[in-house]
Nanobody, 118 residues
Framework: QVQLVESGGGLVQAGGSLRLSCAASRIIFSIMDMGWYRQAPGNQRELVATISSGGSTNYADSVKGRFTVSRDNAKNTVYLQMDSLKPEDTAVYYC????????????WGQGTQVTVSS
């Protein structure tokens, strides 16, 4: 069963930066598309950024130009560099993996809390 462990969240002032990490195990990481999602209180979980197995990236309009997703296949880890943070970025951030065989996003990690103060 896939195991995803997010880390790197915390409290930061508006305009600051954080780098989230998601360590994956029990999967063939290099062939998986990876994604970062977030969920703020009272809101649905939303897609923030994705990176394909080949390194292609996509971002939600709300984070374009501020967030950067990357991956290190040797470490089975995907990262989310978050710059110019805004209070509206406050949420629990989750990573997920998508198998090329099923085409579906799989099991969620436990998430990491990001809080941006104004």
């Amino acid at each position: 069963q896939v195991q995803l462990v997010e880390s790197g969240g915390g409290l930061v002032q508006a305009g600051g930066s954080l780098r989230l990490s998601c360590a994956a195990s029990r999967i063939i990481f290099s062939i998986m598309d990876m994604g970062w999602y977030r969920q703020a209180p009272g809101n649905q979980r939303e897609l923030v950024a994705t990176i394909s197995s080949g390194g292609s990236t996509n971002y939600a309009d709300s984070v374009k130009g501020r967030f950067t997703v990357s991956r290190d296949n040797a470490k089975n880890t995907v990262y989310l560099q978050m710059d110019s943070l805004k209070p509206e970025d406050t949420a629990v951030y989750y990573c997920n993996s998508k198998s090329p065989y099923s085409g579906k996003w799989g099991q969620w990690g436990q998430g990491t809390q990001v809080t941006v103060s104004s």
